[in-house]
């Protein structure tokens, strides 16, 4: 019958046992034949030596493995003065042991007052005492004393104490069955005492955590009201001690008033739905607010009223109150402090406040600022006005000197030709051309009665034909006058024609003028529909109480505003804090 072997259980971290399945390809064969060389070594000298051949121990004390060596195992203690210090340090170094095992390795060492000159000397002193330097619980021993000398570098108002209650780690018999308790040596002096806590001394160490606490508790609240005073009491107490005391009380004239144009008589389409409303005098509107609101303004109130050295009195507080040798900058920035000009789209209304340290100067800022409002509305709608009339009237003077010119020409034709109407003048002489073939027609029928006869009268036949040719001759002359005319005068063909093409001309600039007149007029009324004028709703008056400062509203803004800027500086400060703490 077989008995199986027993293997004893160890219990490793998750660091070790990744580094010893690190450290297994390469270094494990290493360890084992180091091993089992100062094995061999160890049995030969010994006293009742154990066969190395057999493959199997009945001794409890067998884990089953023979000689193989595993990282953070127990190891075997060898009998004492059987190897050197120097072939023990070999067999450590063997083991490959991590830089933190041998830190920890040192550290501990230190901790039980054992002086080595390396780490694997140290490695060798704690396993002589017993002491295993991988092991959790040497560890948690570390970590343990860590603690207690924090906690005691923190209480630097409490009394030393010396022996200070120092949780032990034991063995958890559900979680590790093969966890081993390394022993301490009684020769240990600094060690935590082991000692239990009574119920008074856990009272007592209660009362002063608390007291403790209470302490901090009282520091923190007294370095914050500290902070609060510094950054947020003492401003805001400067700030009501300037508006209640030291600020200059100022007197503000309120004003309305909005610019209207012209009704119109009739408009007809899209662009009826907005006459008479505030949307056609809204670009007017914007643009007084913008003039009153600018450094010509300035000037001009400063040159009749002088703004600048109202503001320059010696009994202006001195944050008020100008310098001797202001810039025109400076009076500006204090100007546009001191009228403030809003405009309601809604109503078309604009209203003006205008501060002055003095009532009277302050209806009299609001008076000259309205003025100037007027100018500027006069100024706006004067140019539009005249360029509509200007056309209008340069038509009309042109086409009037054309219907004179045209009259002269056609009196100049009538002198020259002599002929007053060329219509009654052609009357005439289609007349005496009717006349004259009248008279001729009768002389032919006279004369072929006479020759008719068998024996005529050859005497009053030549008188009848006398007749004939002479009215033919008068017939023809009458009738030239109407195409060739005489010498000293052309056709009365042509002389009509000259004098219907001046009359025409006549006629036609007689009609431009007309249209030129009527184009005036249309452009005089539209003219008269473009006017824009100024209406005062409510007339500055001047006030009897002083307007400015407001000292409580003013004063609580100021609390307010440090409050938020100390608010925001301690959040920042606290994130920073907090990131480096990180």
Same mark, same amino acid.
């Given at each position: /019958?077989?008995?199986?072997?027993?293997?004893?259980?160890?219990?490793?971290?998750?660091?070790?046992?990744?580094?010893?399945?690190?450290?297994?390809?390469?270094?494990?064969?290493?360890?084992?034949?180091?091993?089992?060389?100062?094995?061999?070594?160890?049995?030969?000298?010994?006293?009742?030596?154990? *066969?190395?051949? /057999?493959?199997?121990?009945?001794? =409890?004390?067998?884990?089953?493995?023979?000689?193989?060596?595993?990282?953070?195992?127990?190891?075997?203690?060898?009998?004492?003065?059987?190897?050197?210090?120097? %072939?023990?340090?070999?067999?450590?170094?063997?083991?490959?042991?991590?830089?933190?095992?041998?830190?920890?390795?040192?550290?501990?060492?230190?901790?039980?007052?054992?002086?080595?000159?390396?780490?694997?000397?140290?490695?060798?002193?704690?396993?002589?005492?017993?002491?295993?330097?991988?092991?959790?619980?040497?560890?948690?021993?570390?970590?343990?004393?860590?603690?207690? +000398?924090?906690?005691?570098?923190?209480?630097? =108002?409490?009394?030393?104490?010396?022996?200070?209650?120092?949780?032990?780690?034991?063995?958890?018999?559900?979680?590790?069955?093969?966890?081993?308790?390394?022993?301490?040596?009684?020769?240990?002096?600094?060690?935590?005492?082991? %000692?239990?806590?009574?119920?008074?001394?856990?009272?007592?160490?209660?009362?002063?955590?608390?007291?403790?606490?209470?302490? #901090?508790? +009282? #520091?923190?609240? /007294?370095?914050?009201?500290?902070?609060?005073?510094?950054?947020?009491?003492?401003?805001?107490?400067?700030?009501?001690?300037?508006?209640?005391?030291?600020?200059?009380?100022?007197?503000?004239?309120?004003?309305?008033?909005?610019?209207?144009?012209?009704?119109? !008589?009739?408009?007809?389409?899209?662009?009826?739905?907005?006459?008479?409303?505030?949307?056609?005098?809204?670009?007017?509107?914007?643009?007084?607010?913008?003039?009153?609101?600018?450094?010509?303004?300035?000037?001009?109130?400063?040159?009749?009223?002088?703004?600048?050295?109202?503001?320059?009195?010696?009994?202006?507080?001195?944050?008020? +109150?100008?310098?001797?040798?202001?810039?025109?900058?400076?009076?500006?920035?204090?100007?546009?402090?001191?009228?403030?000009?809003?405009?309601?789209?809604?109503?078309?209304?604009?209203?003006?406040?205008? @501060?002055?340290?003095? *009532?009277?100067?302050?209806?009299?800022?609001?008076?000259?600022?309205?003025?100037?409002?007027?100018?500027?509305?006069?100024?706006?709608?004067?140019?539009?006005?005249?360029?509509?009339?200007?056309?209008?009237?340069?038509?009309?003077?042109?086409?009037?000197?054309?219907?004179?010119?045209?009259?002269?020409?056609?009196?100049?034709?009538?002198?020259?030709?002599?002929?007053?109407?060329?219509?009654?003048?052609?009357?005439?002489?289609?007349?005496?051309?009717?006349?004259?073939?009248?008279?001729?027609?009768?002389?032919?029928?006279?004369?072929?009665?006479?020759?008719?006869?068998?024996?005529?009268?050859?005497?009053?036949?030549?008188?009848?034909?006398?007749?004939?040719?002479?009215?033919?001759?008068?017939?023809?002359?009458?009738?030239?006058?109407?195409?060739?005319?005489?010498?000293?005068?052309?056709?009365?063909?042509?002389?009509?024609?000259?004098?219907?093409?001046?009359?025409?001309?006549?006629?036609? +600039?007689?009609?431009?003028?007309?249209?030129?007149?009527?184009?005036?007029?249309?452009?005089?009324? %539209?003219?008269?529909?473009?006017?824009?004028?100024?209406?005062?709703?409510?007339?500055?008056?001047?006030?009897?109480?002083?307007?400015?400062?407001?000292?409580?509203?003013?004063?609580?803004?100021?609390?307010? @505003?440090?409050?938020?800027?100390?608010? /925001?500086? !301690?959040?920042? =400060?606290?994130?920073?804090?907090?990131?480096?703490?990180?």
């Amino acid at each position: /019958m077989t008995i199986p072997p027993k293997a004893r259980l160890y219990r490793t971290s998750r660091e070790e046992s990744v580094l010893a399945v690190n450290r297994a390809g390469d270094s494990a064969e290493t360890a084992r034949k180091v091993q089992i060389e100062l094995r061999k070594r160890t049995t030969s000298t010994a006293a009742a030596p154990a *066969p190395d051949d /057999m493959p199997f121990a009945d001794s =409890a004390s067998d884990d089953g493995f023979g000689d193989m060596r595993f990282p953070g195992a127990t190891p075997t203690p060898p009998a004492p003065g059987q190897m050197s210090i120097e %072939e023990r340090i070999s067999a450590v170094r063997a083991e490959n042991l991590t830089d933190r095992q041998l830190r920890m390795a040192r550290r501990i060492a230190a901790m039980h007052e054992i002086d080595v000159a390396s780490d694997q000397e140290a490695v060798i002193a704690l396993r002589d005492r017993g002491i295993d330097p991988f092991h959790r619980a040497s560890v948690s021993k570390i970590l343990s004393a860590e603690g207690a +000398r924090a906690q005691a570098q923190n209480q630097d =108002a409490a009394p030393a104490r010396t022996n200070m209650p120092v949780p032990t780690p034991r063995p958890n018999p559900q979680r590790g069955r093969g966890t081993e308790i390394v022993p301490i040596p009684p020769g240990s002096t600094k060690l935590p005492s082991r %000692e239990t806590l009574t119920e008074d001394r856990r009272a007592a160490e209660i009362i002063r955590i608390q007291q403790d606490i209470a302490r #901090r508790r +009282r #520091r923190r609240l /007294m370095m914050l009201a500290a902070r609060l005073v510094a950054f947020v009491g003492i401003p805001t107490l400067v700030a009501a001690y300037y508006y209640f005391v030291v600020a200059t009380p100022l007197y503000a004239t309120f004003s309305q008033f909005q610019i209207q144009q012209a009704e119109k !008589s009739s408009a007809g389409g899209l662009g009826g739905l907005f006459s008479g409303t505030q949307l056609a005098t809204n670009p007017d509107s914007v643009s007084v607010q913008s003039y009153l609101t600018s450094r010509d303004a300035m000037l001009r109130l400063d040159t009749d009223l002088g703004f600048k050295r109202v503001f320059q009195d010696p009994a202006i507080d001195p944050i008020l +109150r100008l310098s001797p040798d202001a810039s025109n900058e400076e009076t500006y920035k204090l100007y546009k402090n001191s009228v403030k000009i809003g405009y309601d789209p809604t109503e078309g209304l604009l209203n003006m406040e205008v @501060i002055a340290p003095d *009532p009277r100067l302050s209806q009299e800022f609001s008076h000259a600022l309205i003025e100037y409002a007027e100018g500027q509305v006069d100024q706006m709608t004067a140019r539009l006005r005249e360029d509509q009339m200007k056309g209008a009237i340069e038509s009309y003077q042109d086409a009037e000197a054309k219907v004179l010119d045209a009259q002269r020409r056609v009196q100049t034709l009538q002198q020259q030709l002599g002929v007053l109407d060329p219509v009654a003048e052609g009357t005439v002489i289609m007349n005496q051309i009717a006349e004259l073939e009248r008279q001729l027609a009768t002389k032919r029928l006279e004369l072929g009665q006479l020759e008719a006869n068998a024996r005529p009268n050859q005497s009053r036949v030549a008188g009848v034909k006398g007749d004939v040719s002479r009215l033919q001759a008068m017939l023809e002359e009458t009738r030239s006058q109407l195409t060739e005319g005489n010498k000293t005068r052309g056709s009365l063909a042509t002389i009509s024609g000259e004098i219907r093409i001046a009359e025409s001309d006549l006629l036609t +600039r007689q009609e431009l003028l007309a249209a030129a007149a009527a184009q005036m007029e249309t452009a005089r009324i %539209e003219a008269n529909k473009q006017v824009r004028y100024l209406s005062l709703s409510v007339a500055p008056v001047a006030p009897d109480e002083a307007t400015y400062p407001k000292a409580f509203q003013n004063t609580i803004v100021a609390f307010l @505003i440090f409050s938020g800027i100390y608010l /925001m500086l !301690s959040l920042t =400060a606290s994130i920073l804090r907090e990131q480096v703490s990180s």
